[in-house]
């Protein structure tokens, strides 16, 4: 069983930037992907980005040239350094772990954008 524990989030202004952490339980190069996801209210849960084992990296179009998804492996820990924040981008972000027949979550971080 894996834990992943997501910090980072908070209340930052429009163009704005944050840093969001994914401590894992366990060596993030042993899993398929690791990833991130965002749930706003009243919405279905989005991908974000998404980082293989072999540290080739995809975006969800919105926020491409803005996110960048990265990893430690000294520090079991993903980071999703997240800059020109948007309105839009308002949301609770989850930390995944693709295990392969299923995803491992954990318990979100709430983000805001708002002036």
């Known amino acids: 069983q894996v834990q992943l524990v997501e910090s980072g989030g908070g209340l930052v202004q429009p163009g704005g930037s944050l840093r969001l952490s994914c401590a894992v339980s366990r060596s993030i190069g042993s899993f398929n992907a690791m990833g991130w996801s965002r749930q706003a209210p009243g919405k279905q849960r989005q991908f974000v980005a998404r980082m293989s084992s072999r540290a080739s990296t995809n975006y969800a179009d919105s926020v491409k040239g803005r996110f960048t998804i990265s990893g430690d492996n000294n520090k079991n820990t993903v980071y999703l350094q997240m800059n020109n924040l948007k309105p839009e981008d308002t949301a609770v972000y989850y930390c995944?772990?693709?295990?392969?027949?299923?995803?491992?979550w954990g318990q979100g971080t709430q983000v805001t954008v708002s002036s």
């Open positions: 995944y772990a693709d295990l392969g027949p299923r995803n491992a």
